[in-house]
């Protein structure tokens, strides 16, 4: 086979025309198209190993700092992120695990404060639904509630004074809708010795940037004696 070429001159009216045999060309670009492929692999197969490089470095950083989160969230709250770099990872690392030291020792505070404290606190939490009491309101009361889940929880089930369970039952309707708070309320629980005791009630709302409600915190105080 042949390969024609033409090109016509305005000028003159003539046609000038070359012939080439195909064979011949394409044993010229067949080697070239070879290597342009050759190359194009070799640029795709080395930006790809870049990019999975860069990505690698990246994210190591934060997934560590990630599993660190996830284990202190779990309960291990000696955990910390290590330090390996003094670059920005490392300034992060070394911020993040001052942040966890703070929040640690201000939790150990506030459990401690409560511990000493002869009033019951609970936290209700909205995302999980659960409440939870302060370790002494076994010492105040005999309930044993079969779950965390709030429906399940003191709030609801505990045994109250027949007489105070209708306000009481309001409150706590408007206290989960929050429209109300606990201020000085006072209730008749039954307590650990089956006797119906006199309780104030107060509690604080946390909302969230949406206004949208985290959880309440009340605190439950004994004032029998002073009634």
């Known amino acids: 086979q042949r390969i024609a070429h033409v090109c016509p001159s305005e000028a003159t009216g003539w046609y000038a025309v070359a012939f080439a045999e195909a064979s011949s060309i ?23 190993a870049a990019y999975v ?5 990246t994210t190591k950083p ?16 000696e955990s910390r992120i290590e330090i390996i770099s003094n670059n920005e990872y490392g300034n992060i690392a070394r911020v993040f695990n001052s942040l966890i030291d703070d929040i640690i020792v201000s939790e150990r505070r506030y459990r ?15 995302k999980t639904g659960d409440v939870n009491f302060s370790n002494n309101f076994n010492q ?15 709030l609801v089930k505990g045994k109250m004074h027949p007489e105070d369970v209708p306000k009481y039952r309001q ?13 000085n309320e006072e209730y008749r ?16 709302t946390i909302h969230d940037k949406k206004g949208e409600i985290v ?8 004032i029998d004696r002073a009634k």
């Open 112 to 126: 401690t404060i409560v511990e000493m404290s002869d009033n019951v606190v609970f936290e209700w939490n909205f």
């Open 171 to 183: 409150d706590l309707e408007k206290l989960s809708k929050g429209e109300f708070n606990f201020k």
């Open 140 to 154: 105040k009361f005999s309930y044993r509630a079969p779950s965390d889940s709030f429906q399940d929880s003191f």
């Open 53 to 57: 490089t860069i990505v690698i470095i």
């Open 189 to 204: 629980w039954k307590n650990i010795y089956g006797d119906y005791v006199w309780s104030q009630i107060k509690t604080s």
């Open 62 to 77: 934060l997934k560590k700092i990630e599993d660190t989160l996830m284990k202190i969230h779990r309960g291990d709250y």
């Open 215 to 222: 959880k309440i915190v009340g605190v439950i105080s004994d």
């Open 26 to 48: 394409y044993a010229q670009v067949s080697p070239a198209l070879g290597t342009l492929f050759i190359s194009i692999t070799l640029i795709s197969i080395l930006l790809t």
